[in-house]
């Protein structure tokens, strides 16, 4: 009979706890509620996406439905959000618009062309070409945001040389509502039936919160400042976007409406994925208070979401 002592066994069961305890962190981590919020930052720009699905319930902001689909789309700001609507987005994915109030047809007159007569309404569309309508097709609600037809033509009759710069820098948009749309009204969801007024990240984050109640979310793209003098968006220089040129956006607003939500939300990690030692990858000052806030970067993120 062999006999076999402590010493030369122990390091056997060692690893055997090891590997048990490897499977139940890992257990563990699979079964914690992961929501991913993309931002449209340059930090993601290499980043695949597709990754994630799977994984966590994915939110997304404004054009981010160019090129990639998530499960959830906030947009707050009036082009973006109807030219993400009369693209049939809203027939598949989940979508939370500002001030998105379905109105019944019959008021469409009023709404639009706000008491003006035919002839004054066809003397708005000789001059002015910034009314953006989708298809009424069988449509009996309407969704509308930005000027009246009445104001344009206040503005043809002041006449001078303002009066074209003026009128190209107003817009109408109009969706009508197809069957079975997934768009919902921000104010429906936010306290008091009052919209919090945020930008379309941090809205991302608290529509999220309110809906799933993760154990962690990931801020993928949401750099807040800039790595050069420029506005750092991938988008920019497109439809409903500032030029390229035009320097960094002033992130107060998404520092503090982000501040808000780990204050709100204690419970859940946050993690700001970061790329690189520039700017965008430097701690928030006003962020060092909320222990459920780290900085991890895409190895990491890689590692805690299982990618």
């Known amino acids: 009979m062999t006999i076999k002592y402590f010493d030369e066994e122990w390091?056997?069961?060692e690893a055997i706890l090891k590997q048990g305890l490897d499977w139940s962190r890992q257990s563990k981590r699979e079964r914690m509620k992961k929501v991913f919020c993309i931002g449209n930052g340059s930090s993601r720009k290499d980043f695949n996406l597709e990754s994630l699905r799977g994984k966590g319930r994915i939110y997304g902001c404004n054009a981010l439905y160019r090129d990639f689909k998530p499960d959830v789309l906030i947009s707050v700001d009036n082009g973006?959000?109807?030219e993400i609507y009369q693209s049939g987005f809203a027939k598949e994915v989940e979508c939370w618009f500002r001030n998105w109030t379905k109105v019944p047809e019959h008021h469409y007159q009023m709404m639009l062309h706000a008491g003006l007569n035919l002839a004054e309404v066809e003397e708005v569309k000789k001059e002015w070409d910034g009314l953006y309508e989708n298809e009424k097709g069988n449509a009996t609600e309407f969704v509308m945001h930005g000027s009246n037809l009445s104001g344009i033509v206040t503005i043809l009759r002041r006449g001078g040389d303002k009066v074209k710069e003026n009128i190209n820098k107003s817009y109408s948009y109009v969706s009508w509502i197809y069957d079975g749309d997934k768009s919902n009204n921000l104010k429906d969801i936010c306290p008091?039936?009052?919209?919090?007024g945020w930008a379309a990240g941090p809205m991302s984050g608290y529509v999220a919160c309110k809906?799933?109640?993760?154990?962690?979310v990931y801020l993928i793209g949401h750099d807040l400042v800039s790595d050069t003098q420029k506005v750092n968006n991938l988008y920019a220089g497109t439809k409903h976007y500032v030029p390229t040129e035009q320097g960094p956006t002033p992130h107060v607003n998404w520092v503090n409406q982000w501040s808000q939500l780990f204050s709100w939300n204690r419970e859940t990690k946050f993690y700001k994925v970061n790329k690189g030692d520039g700017n965008t990858a430097q701690p928030i000052p006003e962020w060092d208070k909320?222990?459920?806030l780290s900085y991890i970067d895409?190895?990491?993120l890689a590692n805690l979401a299982g990618l």
């Open 298 to 300: 895409y190895p990491r």
């Open 11 to 13: 390091p056997k069961e």
């Open 192 to 196: 008091k039936n009052s919209d919090l």
């Open 211 to 216: 809906n799933e109640t993760p154990d962690e």
């Open 290 to 292: 909320y222990p459920n």
């Open 80 to 82: 973006i959000m109807h």
